[in-house]
C-alpha cells in the first residue's frame, strides 16, 4: 500500500482555525482526601495540537481519564462536540475521542494487524447473531476492517509489521502501533499518553512527524510528555499542570519563557540558565529511557 491511499479523517486542520470540539469545565478528580486534579479547563479545537505538562504526579493522566470516561470527575463536565459525554470508555471511543495509553495497553499476543482491527470493531456493525454465522455481511465487514488496519499500520510506519506479534515489537514501535489502534476507531479528537516515552531521538523525531501527519488529517491532538523539546516544537499551545491545577497555559514561547515552569519542574525557582537546566532534563530523561529501552523495561512502570 502506498501514501496515495492514506486514509483521511475530515478537512484539513491548519492548528488554528478549527471548530471548538473538546470543552473540559472545572474538572475535580479526588481519590479519597488526595485532589489529583483540582478544577482544570481545557479546550481544545478541531486540527489543534496542544502539549500537558508538569512534572510527576501533577494529575495529567487523571485528567485524561476524566476525559475518556475511565473515571468520573468528581466535579466538572466534559463536553464533546457540544455534547456532556457519559463516563463510558465505550461510549467515548464511538463519540469521537481515541487515546493511547502511559503504560502501554496493547493485546502481547495478537499481531500488530489484529490489534488494529480490534479497534475499528466500535464502528463494525455486525451483531452477536451475523458473527457467529459468519455470513457474507460479517465477511465482507471482516475484509474492509483489515484493509484499514492495513491502511493504517503503513499511516504509522508499520506497514511491513502487520504480521508480528505485538510483545515482539520494539518500545517505540508498540507506541506507533497504540497509535494506529486508536486512529482506527476513527477519532476527531487524539489523546496521547507520554507517546514517546522509551523511545530513542530517531524514534521521537518520527513521531512528532506521525502526530503532525495525523493533525494534518483534521484531528485534534492532545499530548502528555516530559520531553520538553518535543513538546515545546510541537505543540500550538501547551497546559502546564502542577499539583492538580493549571500553572500556565499558553503558546510554546510563553510557557518555556516562564521561570514558574522551570521551578515547578525542578525546584529552583531562580530562574536562570533555563535553557541549559532544560536541556539537561532531557539529556538525562534520553539517556534513562534508551537505557531502559535496552533492557527491554517500561521506566514509568519502575516509578514508586
Ligand atoms: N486511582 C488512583 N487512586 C488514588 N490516587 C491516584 C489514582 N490515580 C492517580 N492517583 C494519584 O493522583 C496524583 C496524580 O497522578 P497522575 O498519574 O495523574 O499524575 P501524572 O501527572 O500523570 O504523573 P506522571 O508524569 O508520573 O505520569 C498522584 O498523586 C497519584 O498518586
Ligand atoms: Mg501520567
Same mark, same amino acid.
Given at each position: $500500500? @502506498? *501514501?496515495?491511499?492514506?486514509?483521511?479523517? /475530515?478537512?484539513?486542520?491548519?492548528?488554528? !482555525? #478549527?471548530? %471548538?470540539?473538546?470543552?473540559?469545565?472545572?474538572?475535580?478528580?479526588?481519590?479519597?482526601?488526595?485532589?489529583?486534579?483540582?478544577?482544570?479547563?481545557?479546550?481544545?479545537?478541531?486540527?489543534?495540537?496542544?502539549?500537558?505538562?508538569?512534572?510527576?504526579?501533577?494529575?495529567?493522566?487523571?485528567?485524561?481519564?476524566?476525559?475518556?470516561?475511565?473515571?468520573?470527575?468528581?466535579?466538572?463536565?466534559?463536553?464533546?462536540?457540544?455534547?456532556?459525554?457519559?463516563?463510558?470508555?465505550?461510549?467515548?471511543?464511538?463519540?469521537?475521542?481515541?487515546?493511547?495509553?502511559?503504560?502501554?495497553?496493547?493485546?502481547?499476543? $495478537? @499481531? *500488530?494487524?489484529?490489534?488494529?482491527?480490534? /479497534?475499528?470493531?466500535?464502528?463494525?456493525? !455486525? #451483531?452477536? %447473531?451475523?458473527?457467529?454465522?459468519?455470513?457474507?455481511?460479517?465477511?465482507?465487514?471482516e475484509e474492509e476492517t483489515r484493509a484499514r488496519a492495513q491502511q493504517l499500520l503503513e499511516f504509522v510506519g508499520l506497514g511491513r509489521q502487520a504480521a508480528h506479534l505485538a510483545r515482539n515489537m520494539s518500545y517505540g514501535d508498540q507506541r506507533r502501533l497504540e497509535i494506529a489502534r486508536a486512529l482506527?476507531?476513527?477519532?476527531?479528537?487524539?489523546?496521547?499518553?507520554?507517546?514517546?516515552?522509551?523511545?530513542?531521538?530517531?524514534?521521537?523525531?518520527?513521531?512528532?512527524?506521525?502526530?503532525?501527519?495525523?493533525?494534518?488529517?483534521?484531528?485534534?491532538?492532545?499530548?502528555?510528555?516530559?520531553?520538553?523539546?518535543?513538546?515545546?516544537?510541537?505543540?500550538?499551545?501547551?497546559?502546564?499542570?502542577?499539583?492538580?491545577?493549571?500553572l500556565i497555559e499558553g503558546t510554546p514561547e510563553q510557557v518555556q519563557s516562564d521561570p514558574r515552569v522551570i521551578e515547578a519542574y525542578i525546584g529552583t525557582g531562580d530562574g536562570t540558565e533555563?535553557?541549559?537546566?532544560?536541556?539537561?532534563?532531557?539529556?538525562?530523561?534520553?539517556?534513562?529511557?534508551?537505557?531502559?529501552?535496552?533492557?527491554?523495561?517500561?521506566?514509568?512502570?519502575?516509578?514508586?
Amino acid at each position: $500500500m @502506498t *501514501a496515495t491511499t492514506e486514509p483521511t479523517y /475530515g478537512a484539513p486542520g491548519d492548528g488554528t !482555525s #478549527g471548530e %471548538l470540539i473538546l470543552d473540559a469545565s472545572g474538572v475535580v478528580m479526588r481519590f479519597g482526601g488526595l485532589v489529583a486534579v483540582g478544577g482544570v479547563d481545557l479546550q481544545v479545537h478541531q486540527g489543534e495540537i496542544v502539549g500537558l505538562i508538569g512534572p510527576n504526579g501533577a494529575g495529567k493522566t487523571t485528567f485524561f481519564n476524566c476525559l475518556t470516561g475511565m473515571y468520573r470527575p468528581t466535579e466538572g463536565t466534559v463536553r464533546f462536540e457540544g455534547q456532556v459525554l457519559p463516563p463510558k470508555p465505550g461510549k467515548v471511543v464511538r463519540a469521537g475521542m481515541a487515546r493511547t495509553f502511559q503504560n502501554i495497553r496493547l493485546f502481547g499476543n $495478537m @499481531t *500488530a494487524l489484529e490489534n488494529v482491527m480490534v /479497534g475499528r470493531y466500535c464502528r463494525t456493525s !455486525s #451483531g452477536a %447473531l451475523t458473527s457467529i454465522l459468519r455470513g457474507p455481511k460479517f465477511r465482507r465487514e471482516e475484509e474492509e476492517t483489515r484493509a484499514r488496519a492495513q491502511q493504517l499500520l503503513e499511516f504509522v510506519g508499520l506497514g511491513r509489521q502487520a504480521a508480528h506479534l505485538a510483545r515482539n515489537m520494539s518500545y517505540g514501535d508498540q507506541r506507533r502501533l497504540e497509535i494506529a489502534r486508536a486512529l482506527a476507531t476513527d477519532p476527531k479528537l487524539l489523546l496521547l499518553d507520554e507517546p514517546t516515552a522509551g523511545m530513542n531521538p530517531l524514534e521521537t523525531q518520527q513521531a512528532m512527524e506521525l502526530i503532525f501527519k495525523i493533525r494534518d488529517q483534521g484531528l485534534a491532538v492532545v499530548v502528555i510528555e516530559h520531553d520538553m523539546r518535543f513538546i515545546f516544537n510541537l505543540c500550538d499551545r501547551v497546559l502546564c499542570l502542577v499539583q492538580g491545577k493549571t500553572l500556565i497555559e499558553g503558546t510554546p514561547e510563553q510557557v518555556q519563557s516562564d521561570p514558574r515552569v522551570i521551578e515547578a519542574y525542578i525546584g529552583t525557582g531562580d530562574g536562570t540558565e533555563d535553557d541549559e537546566e532544560m536541556d539537561e532534563i532531557v539529556r538525562e530523561d534520553e539517556a534513562d529511557l534508551r537505557r531502559d529501552d535496552e533492557t527491554g523495561t517500561d521506566p514509568r512502570e519502575q516509578r514508586p
